[in-house]
């Protein structure tokens, strides 16, 4: 009798937690849907007021710990196993996180979505592909968004190619796939659109220290890839880039100058010589998304490029990072996407990051 007592409170136990799970489900599939109604009929709001999944650590109505003893009880072995490189939080921790950091909806699915094969391969975590925004516009209020596009072939190849340097055939190439990026301490705003603005500044800054003072010969395209269609900047740059190739085979690097955008209004600097200069980050693409074979000989000089920075510029360089896109790198093995301090700086601390950044490429390049 009692062993039947017993087993009967359990299966009202386990009976109850099923109901408290599919209420919960319920709930937050609910506030999932209600706000990608809000993003389709309000495509022309800012981002703020979109709809997406909020940022602040937790999805919208429910606390993040109730979601974490609510995964703990519907999926057990989330609290005890754990990827290489995972918190000791497990496999439900870390979906807690990715549901609070994504700001886009499909992103949740991605991550559920990939997590199978990323585990499978030995990776230390999911795949987690990047989203253009849902409104087709761009980030200014957190990372950089790097817009993966389909690949198409460009009907005007080598639009807007350059002429060659005076002396000698060129080593390096340089354009801007967004050309209005601003610094807005300098600019009073984060871009200028269907302008050659402060990013633009930047590079020519690069291209000058490259030449002037290191002897290094560059071609630098001043063709506006961002306007009209921010969403097709990449797709429209690909047209320079493969210009570049087919008009300077001698090229070694292929640059593209872009600058961040963080979250906050506070710079991210350090002090070199007395003056504050921007920091440097630098993006390598991948093969996860598009056909990209040669993509670790990039990722080679890519890192390359980061110990000669920190090598003499200690804190300099925030690192080497690799997304799912191919950022026309695919073209190259010496194509990069290279970040010059972010929005919150001024133009005059990412130019004389720039002088940094050309002392380590012509290192890089042992000219």
Known sequence: MYLRFNRLNRQKTKLRLILVLF?????WLLNELSSVISIE???TASANNS???DSGGSVPGLPAELLQEALNQGLPPGRDISQPGMSSRGITGQWISAASDFRDPRGVIAWELNWLPASESGETGPVLPAFAPLDGSSSEDGEEEYIIEEETGPPNEGEG????PVEGQPLVGIYNSHNAEAYTPT???AKVEGENSGIYKVAQ???DTLQNKY???VVQSETIHDYPDYNKAYTNSSRTVKGLIKSYPSLRMVLDIHRDALPGSNPETIVIDGKKTAKILIIVGTD???SHPNWRKNLELAENIARNLEAKYPGICRGVRMKDGTYNQQYHTGGLLIEIGNANDSLEEAERAADCLAEALSRCLKV
Request: charged share 30%.
């Open 23 to 27: 209420f919960l489900a319920s709930f």
């Open 41 to 43: 009929n309000n495509e």
């Open 51 to 53: 709809g997406r999944i």
């Open 161 to 164: 190619v350059p002429p060659a």
């Open 187 to 189: 600019y009073g705003k």
């Open 205 to 207: 800054r690069l291209r």
């Open 215 to 217: 002897r290094v010969p």
């Open 288 to 290: 996860r998304r598009y």
